[in-house]
Structure formats: structure tokens, C-alpha cells
């Protein structure tokens, strides 16, 4: 069975204080996870391993990097590496966030290395993948990431694929209030997991989770989630706020 995930993405907010209250307020709520439900806090490097440890006897919450060096080590001030990450005992990482692509100017072929980097370390990448206002506009958004997979994504074997995430993140939707409607998610999701399907077949496409990022809030979370190929989400803004953060992983379907 699939897994369904509600991911908060922290990005560069709270200090260490503000981290650990609101992880502590979240585990002091009782939340029942099906089997196959996991909570994923993606937190800022420093507080990796504090938030590790207190979400150890928690089962199915999970902590994730935000991004990691596309090299292996080396002379890269100021980098992360994937085999550091595993080393703290960090499981997931994000790669290619649309803020990363746009502030930072990482391409699909730097992505793609990070991916590898990640596998090879067994970390699980969870892959942001989305096209801007004005590709949408024009009704390009297929196209784009359809362009963003196969550079990024389509050079790895069949069962590489099944050990990663993806998350679809129209950009015009992330931090603007602005939801993509259930039908727009879940027209995009199909056909991210019609682009898997031609290249690894039917039966590795159905076990890579596809979550929704863009504004997911506690009023709009069940509605995205519901859709058949929306696996959960990747959750900025709202994951900052623990009752909210609550809701939307009460919203995961089963
Ligand atoms: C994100 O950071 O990936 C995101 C989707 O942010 P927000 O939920 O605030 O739009």
C-alpha cells in the first residue's frame, strides 16, 4: 500500500526554543497514524539531531534535510553532505524546492545529482517538481514537468524509483494563499504517475507517494487529499502552526 505523508517543510524559521515547542506540542497530542501514514518535519540542519531525539519513541514521525550537497565531500564550504545525514540518522531530504531552483540557481542535472547522492546514502529525496504562473498560463505546466522528471528523475532504475518521493508544487501556490483546486492537483498527479507508469511500468509507478505543496492548509488539507493520486502533502506555512499542522495530518486518507 501507498504511502500517505503530511511533510512540513519549516524553511528558514523558528529558532531552536520556537523548533522544540512546536514539535512538543505535537507530540503531546495524541494522533493516530494508520500503517501506512508517516509525519515528516523537514527542519533546518542545526536542529536535526535535537528534533531526532525527541521524536524518538514517536513512531512514523520522521525528520527530514531541506537540501543537501550535490558532491560526495570534499573542499565545499559551508555544504551538507547526504553521507552526513545519514550519519545523525536524518532518513529523508528535499530536493529541488522551487525556492532553491530560483534563489539558489539549481537546475534539473545539479537535482539529478543530488537524487543520486541521496540513494547512494539512503536517503530518501523527496523530489519537488512545478511550473511557475506563466507556464500555467500558457497551459505549459505538462510539459515542464514532464521536463523536470526525465532530467532529474528518469536516469535511475526501477527500483531506485520506488525509494523515492515526489511532491508537486505548483509555484504559484507555494506561500501565496493560492491553492491549486483539488481537480488541478489531482489532473497533474495523474499524469505524474502516467509519466511513471510509461517509464518503469505499472507496478513500481503505484508505490511512489505523490504529495501536493502549495498553500495546503487545515480548511483545504482532506479535500486535496481525498483525490485518488494525492498521497498527502508538503506542508510551509501552516506546519508552523502546531493545531493546524494537527488537522492536516488527521486529513491523510488510509
Ligand atoms: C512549501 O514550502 O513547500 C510550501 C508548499 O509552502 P506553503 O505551504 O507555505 O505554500
Redo the contacts with the bound molecule.
Keep these: 500500500m501507498r504511502k500517505q505523508i503530511a511533510a512540513a517543510?519549516w524553511?528558514m524559521n523558528l529558532n531552536l526554543p520556537q523548533a522544540t515547542s512546536l514539535v512538543a506540542d505535537i507530540c503531546s497530542t495524541p494522533i493516530d497514524l494508520e500503517e501506512n501514514q508517516r509525519v515528516i518535519f523537514a527542519v533546518p540542519f542545526p536542529y536535526l539531531v535535537s528534533i531526532n531525539q525527541m521524536i524518538e519513541t514517536r513512531d512514523k514521525f520522521l525528520t527530514a534535510a531541506q537540501n543537501c550537497s550535490d558532491k560526495k565531500s570534499g573542499a565545499y564550504t559551508g555544504e551538507v553532505s547526504a553521507e552526513m545525514l545519514h550519519s545523525i540518522n536524518v532518513g529523508y531530504c528535499i530536493v529541488g524546492?522551487s525556492?532553491r531552483r530560483e534563489y539558489f540557481g539549481e537546475t534539473n542535472f545539479v537535482l539529478r545529482e543530488k537524487i543520486n547522492q541521496c540513494l547512494d546514502h539512503d536517503i530518501c529525496p523527496i523530489f519537488?517538481c512545478g511550473e511557475a504562473l506563466p507556464v500555467r498560463e500558457r497551459g505549459g505546466q505538462n510539459e515542464l514537468v514532464e521536463l523536470q522528471l526525465n532530467e532529474s528523475l528518469f536516469h535511475l532504475k526501477a527500483d531506485q524509483l520506488t525509494k523515492i518521493i515526489i511532491?508537486y508544487?505548483p509555484v504559484w501556490?507555494?506561500?501565496?494563499g493560492k491553492t491549486a483546486t483539488a481537480t488541478q492537483a489531482q489532473e497533474m498527479h495523474a499524469y505524474i504517475r502516467w509519466l511513471l507508469k510509461n517509464q518503469y511500468g505499472e507496478s513500481a509507478a503505484e508505490l511512489v507517494p505523490i504529495l501536493y505543496?502549495?498553500?495546503?492548509k487545515a480548511g483545504n488539507a482532506k479535500e486535496l487529499f481525498d483525490c485518488d493520486d494525492v498521497d498527502g502533502g508538503?506542508?510551509?506555512?501552516?506546519?508552523l502552526v502546531p493545531a493546524d499542522f494537527i488537522k492536516i495530518i488527521r486529513s491523510l486518507k488510509f
Design positions: 517543510n524553511k524546492h525556492e519537488c511532491a508544487e501556490a507555494i506561500g501565496t505543496g502549495g498553500s495546503v508538503l506542508v510551509g506555512g501552516a506546519s
